[in-house]
């Protein structure tokens, strides 16, 4: 059957498909630091994360089986819930570890202990919404040859602290 606005030439369909399941948030502890000397106080967060794909449809209706992709955010999810978030690349805070695995944070005239699993240490400047979802994202597309393969061409990574406060990354494949 060929519908009127086809015109009777084969389309390219392209979709998104939005994840923003129950699963995919996590409660966290953490602190934005400002400047050498200023930070915020240690508190906590109901984070959220939302993910966008979109690609072509394929003959079969669907965009790719995004359920990996959508059960790696879940996992991140759940390795970060209730724990304590720490910068492990920040120019301000220097981290150590005691004989016990436990940490030591110095940060300017400020020295604070955190027991080793109460904390998750990131490959972040921050722990700014701005990095978490650059993290998820990364994360997610890797070296791009998984996306690329399933026809995924672009990735949109929110994460949310709270209602009306997100930050995205964005992912595109331009090959």
Known sequence: MTFPFSFGLPMSR???IELHKEEMKFSAGHFTIFSATHRENLHGHNFTVYVALTG???ENGLLSDYGPLKQAV???CRAWNETFLLPGRSP???LEQDVRGDYLARFHDEELRFLARDVTV???ENVTLEELARVFGEELVADGAVLKSSGITRVVVKCASG???WSS???ENHG
């Open 14 to 16: 392209t979709t998104t």
């Open 56 to 58: 072509a449809v394929v």
């Open 74 to 76: 879940i996992s991140r």
């Open 92 to 94: 301000y805070l220097r």
């Open 122 to 124: 990131l490959p972040v």
């Open 163 to 165: 209602p009306g406060q």
């Open 169 to 171: 990354w964005e992912w």
